[in-house]
Every structure is written in structure tokens, then in C-alpha cells.
């Protein structure tokens, strides 16, 4: 049995290091549908089709420091700016590695490779306290590995 927390979510961009994310969603392996209906009012036969894989949407808590300045793990970060500025032509690598209950890398992580999409900074609302969310799609090239 595992949680939705037993994760550790890697992203690098261009090569960078970005750290850790939070939370992922997408990623799902789904294929094309190709439906053929034969002559004589016969029941319609499914041809299968082309694999992919989804979008992955990725967020983390927006840290001012990391984040906004580019000071990433490491150093040689990519500012909010600069990630904006590679939206459509960064490339992604997303390492998805199981945990088990004791937070113990498990098994062998799932790779994604892909191009950075959309970048999104936090919403703002001046009546609000909720968390500050960085989010960024990554649009899929192949399948996981």
C-alpha cells in the first residue's frame, strides 16, 4: 500500500536541477481510437491506435528565493522570468521515485521526458492565507521510463 505523499518528485529544466515538486498530475498512458463499422450492419470493430502520453502539470510551494531570484540546488537556477521566457523550448526531465513508509527510495523511478509548456505564478488575492503555488506543464515526448 502506498500514500499519495510516498513520492520524491525531481524536475530538471535545461540540464538544472529545480529540486523538489509537491504534487503531479497528467501523466496518463492513453491511446488514439480508431473504430471501423463493417458493411451489413455489423457490429463496428476497434483497430486500436497510437499510444501517448498525457501532459504532466507539476506544483510546488512558490519560494521567493528559489523561485523569483533563481537561486535553485546547486546554483545556476532559472529565474520565474527566465522559465517564461523557455516556455515552449526548455527540456524537461521528470523523475517520479517510490517511497515506502519510512521514506526509502523503493524500487525504480518513472521517467519523463518532454518541453516545457506553461508556467504559472501564484494567484493573488489580498483576503486570502492560502499557499502560493508555482505550477508548470510539460508537454510529453514518448512514453515513461
Known amino acids: ?35 471501423y463499422r463493417p458493411g451489413k450492419m455489423s457490429q463496428q470493430i476497434s483497430l486500436g491506435g497510437s499510444r501517448f502520453t498525457g501532459n504532466i502539470t507539476l506544483q510546488r510551494l512558490y519560494d521567493i ?21 523557455r516556455s515552449g523550448r526548455a527540456s524537461v ?5 517510490p517511497l515506502d513508509i519510512n521514506g526509502v527510495s523503493f524500487g525504480d523511478p518513472v521517467t519523463y521526458y518532454g518541453t516545457l509548456k506553461r508556467v ?10 492560502d499557499a502560493g503555488l508555482i505550477e508548470i506543464e510539460v508537454t510529453i515526448s514518448g512514453d515513461a521510463v
Open 93 to 97: 526531465k521528470i523523475i517520479e521515485q
Open 1 to 35: 500500500m502506498s500514500r499519495q505523499d510516498q513520492y520524491w518528485l525531481t524536475v530538471l529544466i535545461d540540464n538544472t536541477n529545480s529540486g523538489v515538486w509537491d504534487k503531479k498530475t497528467g501523466g496518463e498512458t492513453d491511446s488514439e481510437e480508431t473504430r
Open 120 to 129: 504559472m505564478t501564484p494567484d493573488i488575492d489580498s483576503e486570502s492565507n
Open 65 to 85: 528565493n528559489r523561485d523569483h531570484a533563481g537561486h535553485w540546488p546547486g546554483g545556476n537556477g532559472l529565474s520565474i522570468q527566465s522559465l517564461r521566457q
